[in-house]
Every structure is written in C-alpha cells, then in structure tokens.
C-alpha cells in the first residue's frame, strides 16, 4: 500500500476511534425547569436546548432519558449512561467524569417558605431545631450548611413534592434553586404563597459531564468549545429569553450578601 493511502487509513481510524459511538450518545438528568424539563410531552429548557442546540452542530446523535437525580449518578456510575446534564464539578467527581469545562448555567441555592410561616434566615443558627426539605443526591457546596445538625434534613421524591410539603406545613423551609424555586411556584400556582430567603445557601455553575473514557473525553472539550462559541451569538440571548422568571420582592431585613461559607 502507498505511504499516502496508509497515511490517509490511519487518519481516518484516528477519527472513526475519536468520535464513533455505538447508537446515540445517552444523556440523564433530572427534570428540573427551567433548566430541563418536560411539557406536553416535548423535552424543553435552557440548558436543555442549548445542549440540543451544541450537539447538533458537533453532529452528535443524542437519546435523553429523565429520572431522579439519585438515579442518573447511579446510572453514570454503573457506565449505564453517556453524559449527565447539569451536575456540578466537585474534587469527588473530577477523577471519575470529564466535565465539558464551560459550563451552561449556574445554580444559586436559597431557603423557600410559606409567607405564612416566615422562617428569618440571615445565619445558620437560625435554622435550630427547623426541618428543611431537601432533594435526594443533590450537592449543596456550603460545607457547614451540608453538614450541620442544627436542622433536621427531610428529602422529597421531587421538586413538586417539596413545596407540596412546604405549603401543607410538613416541612418548614425549603432548599432549591431560585430560579427553579420560583418558575416551579409559578407553575404550580403558588407564586403568591411561597417566597424565599435571599442568602443563598450555596452556589454552583452547572456542567454537562461525560463518561471517562477517551474518546468521550475528547468530545467534552468540543462541546465546551462549541457552547463558548455558542454563548457569544445572538441565538443564545433569544434562548434565554424563552424561560423568564419573575422575581420576587425581598423580605424586610435579610441580608443578601455572600453565602454562608461559599448537584
């Protein structure tokens, strides 16, 4: 054979061995708008279609599967799966998963409660003796918030659960994203009974990870390249757009300034 043909097969294994994969990538994550979720059957949401969005342009073939979030770290764990959407980069996580290091967004985590029952909140100590709904497997950075035994932690199946307790008076606070927090009380139609707390309790930019494996590896930094470019266009702008939250009015006299101590 040629020197050029053989060059030229080598080169074409090289990138057959890069970036072949066996059926579509499969991707897990937890529904968790207005991040990703599902509405009328139809998967949506800002992380969601941005990643819809990178794939496609990286002509990547996708399959997503939603299940809790304890089961898509299972799953990631096992090799069941490919990649999970929006999780966050720990010291624990970074030997076992190649992060896509720019991230899609970023979570803010703060106290939600009943307006009837307005827990203050501006330190630790004052959440003694509380019971605080909580999701199971999510990672809340703040060490002393995560470890503490101030409060009792009472996890829910769901999101929707947990205001649910919120609401009935079984939990007394609950802990989520603000945004999520907010755009899942719109929905549920509980914006005017539920408000949260302004100091976060912790706050993470949220990755897509990939199996550890090469020619996974090698495809996390397209992607991360291909988002960067991706962020910088009008087109990510009018994404955002689609999913606004309306905010709500702080509460007299909590401080909003930094987090305690910093998926």
């Known amino acids: ?33 207005p991040y990703v979720f ?17 794939f496609k342009r990286l002509g990547v073939e996708v399959h997503w599967d939603f299940m809790p979030w304890k089961r898509c770290l299972i799953e990631m764990e096992n090799g069941q799966a490919d990649a999970v959407l929006d999780i966050f980069m720990t010291e624990e996580r970074r030997p076992r998963l190649h992060f896509a290091d ?16 307005p827990y203050p909140f501006n330190r630790l100590t004052d959440l003694q003796g509380l019971k605080v709904g909580t999701s ?6 703040d060490s002393d918030f995560r470890t503490s035994e101030l409060f009792t932690r009472e996890p829910a199946p769901s999101h929707e659960a947990n205001l649910g307790k919120l609401v009935r008076d079984r939990v007394d606070l609950v802990v989520n994203d603000r945004r999520a927090g907010l755009w899942l009380a719109q929905h549920l139609g509980l914006a005017e009974q539920v408000a949260h707390h302004p100091r976060p309790v912790g706050e993470d930019p949220l990755y897509l ?9 090698e495809l996390a930094q397209r992607f991360a390249e291909e988002l ?36």
Not at 241 to 259: H, K, N
Request: proline fraction near 8%; aromatic fraction near 14%; include cysteine.
């Open 38 to 54: 599902v509405e009328n059957g139809q998967a949506r949401g800002l992380d969601y279609d941005a990643s819809v969005e990178v």
């Open 136 to 141: 199971p497997g999510y990672w809340y950075s």
């Open 102 to 117: 720019e991230p899609l967004s970023s979570a803010e985590f703060v106290l939600f409660y009943d307006r009837a029952r």
């Open 209 to 217: 990870a990939f199996r550890r494996t090469p020619e996974l590896g």
């Open 1 to 33: 054979m040629p020197a050029s043909r053989r060059l030229f097969v080598l080169l074409l294994f090289t990138c057959l061995g890069a970036f072949a994969h066996a059926g579509p990538l499969r991707i897990v994550t937890d529904p968790w708008a």
């Open 228 to 263: 960067r470019r991706f962020k910088r266009e009008p087109a990510y702008a009018t994404l955002q757009a689609r999913y606004p939250v309306r905010e709500q009015a702080w509460a007299d006299g909590l401080d909003r300034s930094t987090p305690l101590s910093s998926r």
